[in-house]
């Protein structure tokens, strides 16, 4: 029986086109082709172990069931992750609008300049919060962008800690534990030494090259930094600072205490928290440090006739120029996330972000005070949106945990038996007054119930002054028909695959079926705290098996890890893992890897961030390896070899079709098969 399969809609080739083009190539069958195109002895002899694919409509009620079996329960467990409320026209626009999620990479501005609007948006949100002067267009994560962070300071290291051996990171241990964990996973192949410890009480030693603090710590506290960062300057030291975007709204921004990093998740201006992920992450750094900056930065330039259109600027630090030269593997950003996110500020304006940090402000200061009148002492001498509660005598950890997830709550469990909650902008007046019933009965006291909750600044030194989002950009859209024709102008200055096959190639190319997106608007799956136990997450856990055990059917492999949604990080961690395998028998001194000069950059640039030395291997002008230059690779580093990526991406030197002369880095004409095109995309269009 002939069923409607998702695969035959999403994969392959049309039945009516397949005669024509078997005809073309000189074939009769897809068997025959398959016989003359793969050796016999590399094929499957049966088929994958796999389960019947599934119709559309089983794959819908299949995906369904899964959302269900994850359990919604009130979150306000924090660190890093919060409950937002994603905005309908953004969420109906951009986030489920196919035009958005199916983009390619924008190297051909002149088809992106939507896209490019959208992430120069996110980038000003990014720079005005933060207070630093330059911002990029995202990165993957939070605790990635602290790797990256760490590895930007041990390049801006003067010549003389260079030759003195700088090579140690200060890591405050009231950074998030999940950004300490990658830190050290990504420090110590770079031979960092990575030292954790309390930034008020640290003595600078001439080995310290950089510092990471947390704003607000991951308690929920906002220390005050400045006489900590004068004093790292002094000693020649740089600081990065993991910030909470949202609460940059009323507290005193990194880039005005002296921070030379700043970065931080996008997931709060109304990105689902989908149980951990994906969000943009941001990064936002001085003027001066442009050149050793990640990622990618979106730039403006003026055409001949003086009109305004943007590119990608810096291009040429990116990893397909730079390859083992490259200070970083990221050569991607999250952007349809940073697109909802720079969304999200140009809809709500200054204003409407005023009035949702103070009422976030309002609700937690509100809480300190009536749970203070019931005998929780609140640890935070000045906070955002986050409490720290020591229990009173008669009140253990344990009695409100139970409390709590009666009233299907999640709060955050202290190992000394201290409890912390985080408002967010979901929270209301009803869910103030289930805390305040949840801490009261807890307590064996009764109080009244709540019918206000007053807005609230925080005031004192550490309060921000500065104004933010001034643009006209940020004051034009706040309605939903103005912003709705906002988007909907932008995607008339894009191509995707809504509008015509893009002809460029690439690992970054989507075609998502429809279907396996409509589930990720279902709260089952947006609305879940990575944090939250497992008998919450069932759901989630079942999606997490089932992938695993398919990936393992189909690569043969015995385990399986999931990564940031970046091949880049994929390739890093597979390094990692040899690396490490190479350790645990005693051969840690393998350190070559072998690479062909046709693999993508990402793979050398991967390569030298797992520590390894790179040996390229040549190929010929298809990007066919040389197996004889390969051979002789192999033999001469055999005492040392670890590993050969044979990544067989033959790197495409992206050719922007507006003809202009580069001034911001290339200095000069390029040309190839007679079109003008830049290295570095960075045009002055003439």
């Known amino acids: 029986m002939k069923t409607d399969l998702l695969a035959e809609r999403h994969i392959g080739i049309q ?24 050796p016999s002895n590399i094929r499957l002899k049966e088929p994958l172990a796999l389960d019947k694919p599934m119709t559309e409509r089983e ?25 937002t409320i994603t905005p309908a ?28 609007e959208a992430l120069l948006n996110f980038q000003t949100v990014v720079s005005d919060l933060t207070g630093m002067p330059l911002a990029n267009c995202s990165l993957l994560d939070e605790a990635t962008a602290g790797a990256e962070a760490a590895m930007m300071m041990m390049n801006l290291r003067s010549r003389a800690q260079m030759k003195a051996g700088a090579t140690t990171l200060f890591v405050d241990e009231n950074v998030f534990e999940q950004t300490k ?12 030494t990575i030292k954790v410890g309390n930034y008020s009480t640290l003595d600078f030693t001439p080995d310290i090259f950089g510092c990471i603090l947390q704003y607000p710590n991951s308690n929920g506290n906002v220390d005050d930094y400045r006489a900590f960062v004068e004093k790292a300057h002094e000693a020649g030291a740089k600081v990065a600072v993991a910030a909470d975007i949202l609460a940059l709204a009323l507290l005193m921004p990194p880039g005005e205490w002296g921070a030379d990093i700043t970065f931080g ?54 990893q397909h120029i730079k390859r083992e030269r490259a200070t970083s593997n990221i050569c991607t950003s999250q952007a349809l996330l940073a697109t909802m996110a720079g969304f999200y500020a140009v809809y709500h304006g200054h204003d409407g972000i ?48 139970t409390i709590a997830l009666s009233r299907e709550v999640n709060l955050r469990y202290f190992e000394n038996g201290d409890i912390g909650l985080s408002i967010d902008e979901t929270t209301n007046l009803k869910d103030v007054n289930q805390l305040i019933a949840i801490f009261s009965i807890a307590a064996e006291m009764e ?62 190319m989507k075609g998502n079926p429809a279907v396996e997106m409509l589930p990720l608007s279902n709260l089952g799956w947006m609305g879940i705290h990575p944090l939250v136990p497992a008998d919450q997450a069932q759901g989630y856990q079942k999606l997490i098996h089932n992938l695993t055990e398919q990936l393992k059917v189909i690569t043969g492999f015995a385990g399986v890890t999931f990564q940031p949604n970046s091949g880049a990080a994929g390739e890093y961690t597979g390094l990692r893992v040899i690396r490490a395998y190479l350790e645990s028998i005693g051969q840690g001194h393998r350190n070559i890897i072998i690479i062909p000069s046709s693999a993508h950059g ?54 922007s079709r507006i003809y202009g002369r580069c001034k911001y880095e290339c200095s000069s004409w390029l040309n190839q098969s007679g079109i003008h095109w830049c290295r570095c995309l960075s045009l002055e269009l003439a």
């Open 602 to 655: 990402t793979n050398p640039a991967s390569a030298v961030q797992c520590g390894f030395t790179t040996v390229t291997c040549a190929c010929d002008e298809k990007g066919n390896v040389d197996v004889a230059d390969l051979q002789k690779k192999a033999e001469e580093n055999k005492d040392n070899l670890a590993a050969l990526m044979n990544c067989q991406h033959h790197p495409q030197r992206w050719r």
């Open 15 to 38: 039945s009516a086109d397949l005669p024509v083009m078997l005809e073309k190539i000189g074939v009769k069958s897809v068997d025959e082709l398959i016989d003359k195109t793969i």
């Open 181 to 192: 964990a990658v830190l050290t996973t990504r420090g110590i192949p770079q031979g960092m």
């Open 89 to 116: 026209v953004i969420q109906r626009n951009v986030f489920e609008n196919p035009v958005w999620y199916t983009s390619y990479t924008p190297y051909q501005t002149e088809i992106s300049q939507g896209r490019l």
């Open 354 to 401: 005023e009035t949702i940090v103070e009422r976030i402000h309002g609700i937690a200061a509100f809480l300190n005070e009536k749970l203070s009148k019931l005998g929780y002492v609140q640890q935070n001498k000045l906070f955002f949106d986050t409490l720290r509660l020591t229990l009173p005598e008669h009140v253990t950890a344990q009695k409100i945990r």
């Open 265 to 318: 998740s996008t997931q709060r201006l109304g990105i689902p928290m989908f149980y951990g992920g994906p969000s943009a992450a941001f990064f936002a750094t001085r003027d001066e440090y442009k050149r050793f900056m990640p990622g990618r930065i979106i730039g403006i330039s003026k055409d001949k006739y003086g009109k305004v259109c943007y590119r990608m600027a810096l291009q040429t630090r990116e």
């Open 59 to 83: 794959f819908t009620e299949h995906i369904a069931q899964l959302a269900s079996e994850n359990k919604l329960y009130t979150s306000y467990i924090g660190q890093g992750w919060y409950d």
């Open 447 to 508: 109080v009244a119930e709540v019918t206000d909750v007053p807005a609230a600044k925080i005031s004192g030194e550490m309060a921000r002054q500065t104004s933010y989002l001034t643009h006209e950009i940020f004051n034009k859209y706040h309605t939903e028909s103005e912003m709705m024709r906002y988007i909907k102008r932008l995607e008339r200055k894009d191509i995707s695959l809504t509008h015509s096959m893009i002809s460029l190639g690439s690992c970054t």
